[in-house]
């Protein structure tokens, strides 16, 4: 079945420090990818995606890369802030029935301090 | 803008009692979803409904029924309430792309304790 695993957290920075948060998936066909942000007390917002091989998704400074070959759609940012302070899952599409659903990974918690 | 609209916030129910969480979107989305969220787990589909008027089983069903009560609204029923359902429960809805996957538009979540 579909699934995707992330590192887990949590993630302690300082500010402007450079992230890297890994995911990795397994699925069967080719999946869109997607990186979502929970901020404390807050339902889960779209950061970024992508549809195919070799896309890049960007967004507020984050960025990823679909890579098809080693099945990885890592999360980036070369300065975080205080602000980017959440939980951030990954995840993938996958088809039932012609229709979409998504599938999280767990989820990793990023802690920026001043 | 409301987006999706989950109630109660909050809810604490004992053993064997049952509720409904209710969910709104005003969208105009064909599809809505119910997670639940629990540490260590991240989110896990409950059911999900494509368009209106059909329901499937996710991931963690069991204990759980829903109704997709018109295009707007989609409700997730505990009809015996057990300790294991205590979560945050999240209601979702998407268009339906012509291609790939739509975005998840999410509510802000019920915190639900089952004593």
């Known amino acids: 079945g579909n699934s995707v695993t992330q590192m887990e957290g949590p993630v302690t920075l300082s500010e402007e420090a450079f992230l890297t948060i890994n995911c990795t998936y397994t699925?069967?066909?080719?999946?869109?990818l997607f990186w979502y942000v929970q901020y404390p007390g807050e339902g889960l917002q779209l950061l970024l995606k992508?549809?195919?091989?070799?896309d890049k998704g960007s967004n507020k400074g984050f960025e990823a890369t679909y890579r098809k070959e080693t099945t990885s759609f890592h999360l980036e940012k070369g300065s975080v802030q205080v602000s980017d302070s959440a939980v951030y899952f990954c995840?993938?599409?996958?088809?039932?029935?012609?229709?979409?659903?998504?599938?999280f990974g767990k989820g990793t918690m990023l802690l920026v301090s001043p | 803008n409301a987006g999706v609209t989950q109630t109660p916030k909050f809810q604490v129910l004992k053993t064997g009692q049952s509720m409904t969480l209710q969910c709104a979107q005003d969208?105009?989305?064909?599809?809505m979803y119910w997670y639940r969220q629990d540490p260590g787990m991240g989110l896990r589909l409950i059911y999900y409904?494509?368009?209106?008027?059909?329901?499937d089983k996710g991931e963690v069903p069991n204990g759980y029924n829903v109704s997709r009560l018109n295009k707007r609204e989609f409700s997730l029923r505990l009809e015996s309430a057990a300790p294991s359902q205590t979560s945050v429960y999240f209601c979702?809805?998407?268009?339906?792309?012509?291609?790939?996957?739509?975005?998840?538009?999410f509510g802000e979540g019920s915190r639900l304790t089952v004593l």
């Open positions: 979702a809805s998407s268009e339906i792309p012509r291609q790939g996957a739509g975005e998840l538009f």
């Open positions: 699925a069967t066909g080719y999946p869109s």
């Open positions: 992508a549809t195919k091989a070799d």
């Open positions: 995840a993938l599409s996958a088809m039932n029935s012609g229709y979409s659903t998504l599938t």
């Open positions: 969208m105009n989305h064909n599809s």
């Open positions: 409904s494509a368009s209106e008027g059909t329901t």
